[in-house]
Every structure is written in structure tokens, then in C-alpha cells.
């Protein structure tokens, strides 16, 4: 068997649970025909630090309920020496107002729980229990604040421990996150403390971009678009990130292999936003965002892309009809949007969360 044909069995086998019932089951021929897309002197390579990448950055079904039993039922830092009857106490929160990450999320939670503690996730949340906000990742932040801005005003308690359980936070996110909440609380006049856990956390500040563990392209590519893309943007120009800086999550397999990763999605995500007639701002080829050349997240989970991930990745749809914009661009991992957001090519939302 050829490296070209072992990698793409491999990305297939590791995305295989990806939207499982929904789309058909990712396999060769189907990483095969969307890899085909790039040049083909840089097919195999991209194969290769692809199939690095998604080990770290792909969440199935079944590594996430693994980080819910191993990081968390038992962990005496979260939960005390008791933690059956910590899980028993506490409030699991359904309030999310877009998407069903959170049901998805709390659903599966739930499963573990059963199989942990016997207990059922419906009946749990007793007088002073912690309130669980779960859901699968955080990218700016921005949804669960809205989530929780009617709850703390409406429904919250005066006082209480506020617990977001996330597979994945991005530290920006994070932190504008945890003031946003602290705002909101003290505004209400609540008496709340918001913490965030997170199986693993994607450094993306500004400040930490040489050590960042998203795509942050260290050098710009010869391109006369691209170049004139990144003059444009006035308001908040693109700072590139010096190479070599050391990770604290192995996303890349080194740094000759993001540096390929990040080159060729951005040029395929300024190819695909020519295909769009009047492209919005958030619709930056490393993935929406308001900053930079986009957001640059690799994270996909079994239940969907996020939108912050880079368009090389999800943006395009297998069933458009020929001629349409959608139909140019083959993606890997097919987004599936909200019922409410305006999936197509000329006018794109200003949701850029997951």
C-alpha cells in the first residue's frame, strides 16, 4: 500500500464517527477527492501533518465520553472525597439557545454518569449543589455568555458556584469569558462564581502568538490577493508569529508541518472566499473570526466543525447544484449550520461561534 493510500485510510478511520447517521461514513475515496483540491506537489505532505493533527485535535464520541470518566467523575479536585454525591447535588443546566451541543453534550454526560454513580442526570440538583453549564468547546466565549445572560438575571440564585464544563477551551475565549460573566452577575446584583474547566486548553492570545496552538501563519505566502486581503484590514492587522515556539498541547507534528498546514488553508480559504460575491468580514480564510486571518482552530468533534476552523476544512456542500458557489469548494468534515443561520455564499452571519 502507497503512504498516499495509508494516510487516507488513516484521516477516514480517525474521522469516522463524524455527523455518524447524518452524512455518509468519511472514508479514502472521500478524504481522497477533497485532498485533490490542492496542488499535487503538496498533497502528500498535507496528508501526512493532517493525519498528526486530527490524533490531537479530533474528538470522537468515544475519547470524549473517555475524558468525562477519567478527568472528571472521579477527580477529587472537582469533586470532593464524595463525588457521587457531588454529581447528586448538582444543577445541569439545559439553556443553551442555538444549537444542540448542550443537549448532545448532557445527553452523553449522562450516560457516564449512569454508568459511574447509578445515577440519572435528570434528577440530579439538590439546595446549594453547584449549577453545570456543559457543552463541547469554547472558542471566543461569546454564545455562553449569551446562554447565561437571561439565566443570571432570571433564573440564577443570589449565590451560587457556576461550573462550565467544556472538552476544549481557547484561552482568549476564556478569559473574556470569565470577565463578561463576572460582569453580568454583578450587574444583576448576584453573588455568582463562574469557573471553567476544560480536558484540554488551546493557548490564542495575542500576547502568547509565538507559542499559540492554532494557525497563526509565521510567514505570508506569495499571493497578490492574499496580500492585498491582509492590506485592507486596518482595523486589526494581522501580526505573524515567530516560529519555533514551544506548545504545550502537540498539535503539530513540527513546525515544517504547520507551517504547511497554515500556507496551504489559507490560500485554499482565499480561493474559496472569491467564489463569494460579497464575502463578510467574519469570513477570514483560517475561519470566522473578527481578527487577523481568521480564528485558525484545527478542533473538529463527532457532532460538528465549528465555523471557526479553517473554510479549507468545512466550507462548500457535496449537494449544491452545479454552477452554485457552495458547490466549488469539497469539504472534509461538512458543517452542519444552525437551523437559523444563513448558510450561503453571498451574505455570511456574524455568529462565529461553535
Not at 10 to 21: E, K, L
Not at 336 to 346: C, F, I, L, N, R
Amino acid at each position: 500500500m502507497t503512504e498516499r493510500q495509508t494516510l487516507l485510510e488513516s484521516i477516514a478511520h480517525t474521522i469516522a464517527d463524524y455527523r455518524t447517521g447524518e452524512i455518509p461514513t468519511p472514508d479514502a475515496a472521500h478524504v481522497d477527492r477533497w485532498i485533490r483540491q490542492f496542488d499535487e506537489d503538496v498533497q502528500v505532505p498535507l496528508l501526512r501533518e493532517l493525519d498528526y493533527v486530527f490524533k490531537q485535535t479530533y474528538f470522537s464520541r468515544a475519547y470524549i465520553c473517555q475524558i468525562f470518566e477519567e478527568q472528571l467523575m472521579h477527580n477529587e479536585e472537582f469533586t470532593g472525597k464524595q463525588p457521587r454525591d457531588y454529581w447528586r447535588s448538582a444543577h445541569f443546566l439545559n439553556i443553551q439557545q442555538n444549537g444542540r451541543s448542550q443537549a448532545d453534550l448532557r445527553h452523553l454526560f449522562g450516560e457516564v454518569l449512569h454508568a459511574q454513580f447509578g445515577l440519572n442526570i435528570e434528577h440530579c440538583g439538590t439546595n446549594g449543589g453547584d449549577f453545570i453549564y456543559l457543552d463541547d468547546a469554547l472558542f471566543t466565549g461569546k454564545r455562553i455568555e449569551t446562554d447565561m445572560s437571561d439565566w443570571i438575571v432570571n433564573n440564577a440564585p443570589d449565590q451560587a458556584r457556576v461550573r462550565i464544563l467544556v472538552i476544549v477551551a481557547h484561552t482568549f475565549g476564556e478569559w473574556a469569558c470569565s470577565n463578561r460573566l463576572k460582569e453580568n452577575a454583578e450587574r444583576a446584583g448576584k453573588n455568582l462564581k463562574f469557573e471553567i474547566w476544560a480536558g484540554v486548553r488551546l493557548e490564542n492570545r495575542k500576547t502568547y502568538r509565538h507559542a499559540s496552538e492554532v494557525l497563526w501563519p509565521a510567514f505570508i505566502p506569495e499571493d497578490d490577493a492574499l496580500r492585498a486581503y491582509i492590506t485592507e484590514e486596518r482595523k486589526y492587522p494581522f501580526e505573524p508569529r515567530n516560529p519555533g515556539g514551544k506548545l504545550n498541547y502537540p498539535v503539530f507534528s513540527s513546525e515544517e508541518g504547520r507551517q504547511l498546514l497554515e500556507r496551504e488553508f489559507l490560500l485554499a480559504g482565499m480561493r474559496i472566499r472569491s467564489f463569494c460575491k460579497n464575502p463578510s468580514k467574519v469570513l477570514r480564510p483560517l475561519g470566522f473570526s473578527h481578527f487577523g486571518l481568521g480564528f485558525g482552530s484545527m478542533i473538529v468533534t463527532y457532532r460538528n466543525c465549528p465555523n471557526n476552523a479553517p473554510l479549507a476544512l468545512w466550507w462548500g456542500d457535496p449537494e449544491a447544484s452545479a454552477g452554485h458557489p457552495l458547490s466549488k469548494w469539497y469539504p472534509l468534515v461538512p458543517r452542519k449550520p444552525y437551523v437559523s443561520e444563513p448558510y450561503v455564499s453571498e451574505v455570511f452571519f456574524d455568529d462565529i461561534f461553535f
